[in-house]
């Protein structure tokens, strides 16, 4: 018995012009595919990062020596309020809380000195 398939269409025509650009799509694609690897895995490695502590309501002393890293600065600005020598604010870190050589933390600290601290 003898099959007969009517209406068979015609073989697909490959191109070479169509293989070369599908060779040169995947090509490209390999390359950057490394390249991301390559420059993924040095910014994993790159600078040192540090945890920013919550040093608000800390006295200023110890504030300043859980913040101290090498690289980074800590300024300190007295505010007109607040408890004397104590954190108010803390500034300068970045969003994901932490900091490193190159920053600077500044430190909003109380000024107000109370009548019963001052001796004669």
């Known amino acids: 018995m003898e099959q007969i398939l009517e209406g068979r269409s015609a073989p ?25 690897y390559v420059a993924g895995g ?5 600078q040192t990062r ?3 502590h919550n040093v608000i309501g800390m006295p200023l002393n110890r504030a300043v020596a859980a913040l101290k890293r090498p690289g980074a600065q800590v300024h300190v600005k ?3 309020y607040g408890q004397y020598n ?7 870190f970045d969003i994901d809380g932490t900091y490193g050589p190159g920053s600077r933390i500044e430190l909003l600290v109380g000024g107000h000195i109370t009548p019963n601290a001052v001796s004669p």
């Not at 490959?14 to 090509?27: D, E, F």
Request: hydrophobic content about 65%; cysteine-free.
């Open 50 to 52: 540090y945890p920013m």
């Open 42 to 46: 040095r910014a994993a490695h790159g």
């Open 86 to 92: 104590v954190v108010l604010r803390a500034t300068g």
């Open 78 to 80: 007295r505010a007109r």
């Open 12 to 36: 697909i025509v490959r191109h070479p012009a169509a293989s070369v650009l599908i060779g040169a799509v995947v090509l490209a694609g390999l390359v950057l595919a490394i390249l991301l």
